[in-house]
């Protein structure tokens, strides 16, 4: 089975700091790639797509690391309301090409 | 615009029921999924409508059967529930064919089986 390994945390951190995830994956033909957000008890939605060059969307910046099979999620300025659990996910084209590969989350908590 | 409809949020059963899990999307999407999720592991793809009128398996096919009734509605059947379905369900669709830009989750469905 293909992997996309994340730490699962809690990463608690106070408001107003910088946190930074990682995610491996194991299919060095990957890809497309994507963060989610998952609030607890709700459905996933998509928070960015990660694309080679990297990219930012305010406060949050993704990174592609293929030569090490990685991508990274940074948050800076953390919020409150950034307390989810965040899902790495992986798309592979080959056999299966509607399967996305999700990797367990990792659970930020944002502290007053 | 509603999104990704999925009925019941909670359902209960006896191990041996049967269930089915309803699913509707008004988005004008070709791709649904169905997908289940547990404590500690990651989504896992059950099974995917490509387009309407197809069906395939997805990782954790067994005990489930589904149907794509058109375009709009996917369903999940449970036709003999077990212990082990105990999960949360999402269903999920996608506007493009081939490719996965991005999935637009339902709210989820608490199965239960006792």
């Known amino acids: 089975r293909k992997e996309v390994e994340q730490d699962p945390g809690p990463f608690n951190v106070p408001e107003g700091a910088t946190v930074a995830f990682n995610c491996t994956y194991s299919?060095?033909?990957?890809?497309?790639f994507f963060w989610y957000r998952q609030d607890c008890r709700k459905e996933p939605k998509l928070l960015m797509s990660?694309?080679?060059s990297g990219n930012e969307d305010g406060r949050f910046t993704a990174q592609l690391n293929r030569a090490s099979q990685y991508i990274s999620l940074l948050i800076r300025d953390s919020k409150l309301s950034d307390s989810a659990t965040y899902l790495c996910?992986?798309?592979?084209?080959?056999?299966?090409?509607?399967?996305?590969?999700f990797g367990k989350g990792t659970k930020l908590s944002v502290i007053p | 615009n509603a999104g990704v409809t999925q009925t019941p949020k909670f359902q209960v059963l006896k191990t041996g029921q049967s269930m089915t899990l309803q699913c509707a999307q008004d988005?004008?999407?070709?791709?649904m999924y169905w997908y289940r999720q547990d404590p500690g592991m990651g989504l896992r793809l059950i099974y995917y409508?490509?387009?309407?009128?197809?069906?395939d398996k997805g990782e954790v096919p067994n005990g489930y059967n589904v149907s794509r009734l058109n375009k709009r509605e996917f369903s999940l059947r449970l036709e003999s529930a077990a212990p082990s379905q105990t999960s949360v369900y999402f269903c999920?669709?996608?506007?493009?064919?081939?490719?996965?830009?991005?999935?637009?989750f339902g709210s989820g469905t608490q199965l239960s089986v006792l």
């Open positions: 299919n060095s033909a990957s890809q497309s």
């Open positions: 999920a669709s996608s506007p493009t064919r081939g490719f996965i830009e991005k999935l637009f």
């Open positions: 988005m004008n999407h070709n791709s």
């Open positions: 409508s490509a387009s309407e009128g197809t069906t």
């Open positions: 996910v992986v798309w592979d084209s080959g056999a299966g090409s509607y399967q996305l590969t």
């Open positions: 990660v694309y080679s």
